[in-house]
C-alpha cells in the first residue's frame, strides 16, 4: 500500500529527528482514522524506499508508533495497525478539573496596556518600569567576572535567603534607624512574593485588611484573590485617624496596607507627626501593618522622614522592600523586616512556594552593596529621575494648562492626574491610544468602582524628549477627549440593562 | 544629670552610626522605664561631652528620640523624656493573627538532617543534591563575559518565562518525542514551584490523590498541606493496575503523581509496556497525570524508555521537570509541560506568586541549551555518578553484606536500602550520626507509618573515595543497631501512652 508523508526540510528538520516525523504523521492518520485498525503497513524496507530515508529512520518509526500503542508487529508477517488507536476518546474536561480563578475587573485593561507596551509602538508612561539603560548590568558583569563564588553558594540554600545578603540589609536597615537583625530578614521573590506569602499566613476568606484609596493595584488583587474584605482610607489628603479607629473598633481588621513614602498612584508623603500617630493608634490596638517602600531610595528634593519601621516602638510593623525599582526587576529580589515569629512562619510558606530565591541574584546584590556600589548607583538614579520628573511637570504645564490638575511627586516614579473637564478616563485611553501614549486608568488603584476621572503617569521609563513628547501626545488626547464629552463613549455608571 | 551610655567600637560602631547608638541605648532606658516619664535629659553640649562625640551626634540622637515619640523638646528649656513613653502596651498577639500551619510528621527529621548536612562535619548521603564541584559555573561564568544581553531582558518578562527558553525547551521536547511548542511551556522557580502551582490549581481539600509509595517526600508534603486525601499504589513491584482502577472508579481521584523513571526513593523504572497500561487506564477514566521526571537524564546502563509524555494520546499527562539535578539547584528553574488550559491557569497563578522567575539564570540555561553545553555536560555528569554508583554497590557488598538488601539503581541518586536483621532505621539513625553519617529514614517517603526498615543513600554527592568511607560508617552503624536490638529504644509503634 501506498502511504502519504511530507518530511520538513531546513531547520525544522534538524531538531526534530526523521523517524520523529514520518512516526507523528502516520500516528495522525491512525487516530484520524484515515488509517483504520487492521490495515497492515507498508514494510520497513518499502517505508524506507518512499520515504528517502534509512531502513533504520524506517524501523525506529515503527518503534515509536509501537510505544504509543498505535501499531502491532507480528515477527514473520508485519506491522499493523492496532485495534482500538483510532478510537476517539472524549477529551480531557481541564476547565472542570481546575479550581476556579479569581479575576480581577481591571484584569483586563492591565493586561491590554501590557501588551501594547510589549509592542513598543507607543510611548508608555504605563507600567511602573525603570529605565533599562539604568540597569546597572556592567558593574553585575564585573563582579561576576571578578569575585570568586563557592560552589556551595549555587546550592541549595536557606529559604530566608543568602546569609550575607541577609546580614548586610540587616546591617543598612540599622545605619537608617531599623533595629534590625539578619534574623529579621526574610528574602522573597520581588515583593509581590511578599506580599503574596503575607496574604497566605494572614488572611481567611473574610477577614478585613485596611488599605488607602487609591493604593498599589498588586495589592488589592492580591488581598481580594485572598477572599479579604477591604476597609478604605482617603490615600488624597491626611489620614484619617478617627475613620481608621473607627475600623479597628467595629470590624477588627487583621492588617492594614499603607505606602507611606511617596505613594502609588498618588506620590503623597505621610508627614512624621501622621506616622507617630497612626503608630500610637496601631499599638493601642494591636494592629499589624504592613508597610509597603518602594521608592523611598528614589527622592528628588529632600530625603522623606525615617519609615513607620524606623518609628515603631510596638513591633507590629512588617516592612517591604524590593530591589525591582532601584536596581532591576529582573533580579525578582524583594525582602521583608519583621518580628522573628512571622518571619519564620513566612519561610514555612516559602518552602512549599520555591524552597528559596534564585541565588545568583542574591549573590550579586550582596556584592553589589558590600563594595558600596548601590548607593552610587542610588545618587545618579535620583539625578537623573529629577531631570525626568522636572521635564514631565514642565511639558505638563505647557501642553496641557489647566485641563489636568495634580502635585509634581517628591520622588518615586508617578504622576497622579485628574481631569478637571467632562471627559473620563476610558474616552482618553481610547484617544490617547491613538496618539501612541498610555498610562494606567485611575479605576485601576481603587477597590470599588471610583477614579473615571484620574490616570496615572509614569515617568521612569523614558528620558526627557520622550516624555516631552509622551506628554504633547497626551495633551492633544486630552482635547480630543473632552471634545466629545462624556458619558455615552465612557464605561462610567450609566442606566445598566438586565443580564439575561 | 549623669546618664549611662557605653558606645561600640570597631566594625558595629562603622555600619551603625554614633547618634543611632545613643538613641537606641537611651530608648532602652525610656523604655525600660530606668529613666522616667518628665526627667529632664542632659543639655546637647553636655551629653556631646560625656559621650565623646560631636555636639550634632548628641543634637542627632536627640531628633532620633523625638521621631520615635520617646522625648519632647521645649524651646529654650530643654529635652524632656515624654508621657506614655515607658508604658508596658500589650505585645503583639503573632501567634494568633497568624493563620494555623500545616506541619508534616517527618519535617523535624528533614530539618535535623539538613542542619546536620550543613554542619558539615560527617558524610551526608541525606539530601539529594549534585556534587557542587561538578556544577558547570565556569561555562556560565564564560557566556556572561562573552555574550550581550539585551536590557529588556532584566526587565519583566511573560509569567510562563523568558521566550527563546520557552522555545528551546519545546523543541528539545520534540526531538525526545514530546509534541509541545512554546505555548506548552511554563518555566517554574524549581519543581517544587511546579507542584505548588499545581496543587493549587487542581485540589480543594478533600480531593483524592493517588501516590506511590513510597515516593518523593516533598510531593506528600505539599499534596497534604492542600488536604488532599491520598491514596496509595506499591511503588516497588509492578504498578498494580487492578487496585489503581478501583481507586479511580471508587474516589474519582482528582490527580495521579507518578515518577515512572529513576523512582525516588526506589530507583524503579517503570517499564514500557506498563507505562501504556497506565496510559490507557488514564485516558479511559480521564484522569490528569503528574509525571514528575527530575533523573531521565542520568542513566548510567541504559537509556529508559519514553517518559509517559511521549507515549500520551490523551493530552492527561502533566509533565514537570527541573535544572536542579542536573545542571544546580541555585539556578531555581523547573518547567512544566502540558495543555494550554493547564499552562494558562498555572501562570494566573503564578503572576501572584512571584510575577515571573529570575530572567538570569533563563537567559543562562537558554544560552547554554543552544550552544550544545547541556548535552555534554549531561555525558560527563553520567560517566561520573556512574563511577559512584559502582563504588556504592561495591562498598555495600564489601561492609555491610547480607545485613541490607537494595537494588543497585541504573539511573538517579539513590540506593533504596531495607535492614535485614531486627534493627529499625530510628536506631540505625541515633547509631549514624555517632559515626558521622547520613541518610534519610524511609518512614519520610511514605504517607503512612511504614517504611521503618527502609532508608534512602544518595551518592551524588560525594565521590567514591566518599562514598566508600560513608558506607563503612554506615556498616558499622548498622552492626551496632542490630546489637541493641529493637523496639525499646526506637521510635517504632509500641504501647501508647494516654496523652493527659
Request: charged share 20%; net charge neutral.
Amino acid at each position: 500500500m501506498e502511504i502519504s508523508i511530507a518530511l520538513k526540510a531546513g531547520e525544522a528538520a534538524a531538531t526534530v529527528p526523521m523517524y520523529e516525523q514520518i512516526a507523528a504523521q502516520l500516528a495522525a492518520q491512525i487516530k484520524g482514522q484515515v488509517l483504520a485498525a487492521g490495515t497492515k503497513l507498508p514494510p520497513e524496507r518499502q517505508l524506507a524506499e518512499q520515504c528517502g530515508v534509512s531502513r533504520t529512520t524506517a524501523i525506529n518509526a515503527y518503534r515509536r508508533l509501537e510505544e504509543m500503542g498505535l501499531v502491532r508487529t507480528r515477527v514473520g508477517s508485519g506491522t499493523y495497525v492496532a485495534e482500538g488507536a483510532g478510537e476517539a476518546a472524549l477529551p480531557m474536561p481541564w476547565h472542570q478539573l481546575l479550581v476556579p480563578a479569581w479575576q480581577s475587573p481591571v484584569s483586563g485593561i492591565i493586561r491590554d496596556l501590557v501588551a501594547m507596551d510589549a509592542q513598543g509602538t507607543g510611548i508608555s508612561m504605563a507600567t511602573g518600569m525603570p529605565d533599562p539603560r539604568m540597569y546597572p548590568w556592567d558593574a553585575f558583569r564585573e563582579l561576576l567576572g571578578r569575585e570568586e563564588m563557592a560552589m556551595a553558594d549555587l546550592g541549595h540554600i536557606a529559604t530566608e535567603g543568602y546569609g550575607p545578603l541577609r546580614e548586610a540589609l540587616a546591617a543598612r536597615h540599622a545605619a537608617g534607624g531599623v533595629a534590625a537583625g539578619a534574623e529579621n530578614v526574610a528574602v522573597v521573590a520581588g515583593s509581590q512574593q511578599g506580599l503574596y506569602l503575607l496574604a497566605k499566613v494572614f488572611l481567611n476568606p473574610g477577614d478585613y485588611v485596611v488599605v488607602e484609596s487609591p493604593t498599589y493595584l498588586g495589592a488589592l488583587q492580591m488581598f481580594q484573590a485572598a477572599g479579604a474584605r477591604l476597609l478604605t482610607l482617603p490615600a488624597a489628603g491626611p489620614l484619617q485617624l478617627d475613620l481608621l479607629e473607627d475600623y479597628l473598633i467595629r470590624y477588627r481588621p487583621k492588617l492594614m496596607y499603607v505606602l507611606p513614602t511617596f505613594q502609588n498612584p498618588s506620590g503623597r508623603v505621610m508627614p512624621l507627626a501622621e506616622r507617630q500617630a497612626l503608630l500610637a493608634l496601631a499599638a493601642r490596638h494591636r494592629l499589624a501593618v504592613i508597610e509597603d517602600d518602594p521608592y523611598s531610595d528614589l527622592y528628588y528634593d529632600q530625603a522623606p522622614p525615617p519609615p513607620l519601621k524606623a518609628l515603631d516602638q510596638h513591633g507590629g510593623v512588617i516592612y517591604l522592600r524590593t530591589f525591582s525599582k532601584t536596581v532591576f526587576p529582573g533580579l525578582r529580589v524583594g525582602w521583608v523586616v519583621a518580628p522573628e515569629a512571622v518571619i519564620n512562619r513566612l519561610a514555612q510558606e516559602k518552602q512549599y512556594v520555591d524552597l528559596h530565591s534564585n541565588n545568583l541574584a542574591q549573590w550579586l546584590l550582596h556584592r553589589f552593596l558590600a563594595g558600596g556600589q548601590l548607593d552610587g548607583h542610588l545618587a545618579a538614579a535620583r539625578g537623573e529621575y529629577r531631570r525626568r520628573r522636572d521635564a514631565t511637570a514642565h511639558a505638563l504645564r505647557r501642553y496641557a494648562g489647566d485641563r489636568l490638575s495634580y502635585v509634581a511627586p517628591g520622588g518615586g516614579f508617578y504622576f497622579w492626574c485628574r481631569l478637571t473637564g467632562r471627559a473620563t478616563t476610558r474616552t482618553l485611553l481610547a484617544e490617547a491610544a491613538r496618539e501612541g501614549v498610555s498610562f494606567v486608568p485611575g479605576d485601576a488603584f481603587y477597590p470599588g468602582t471610583e477614579g473615571d476621572k484620574e490616570f496615572r503617569l509614569c515617568y521612569a521609563t523614558n528620558d526627557a524628549a520622550g516624555l516631552q513628547e509622551g506628554v504633547r501626545r497626551l495633551a492633544r488626547a486630552v482635547a480630543a477627549a473632552e471634545k466629545q464629552g462624556g458619558a455615552a463613549r465612557t464605561g462610567a455608571p450609566g442606566p445598566r440593562p438586565p443580564i439575561i
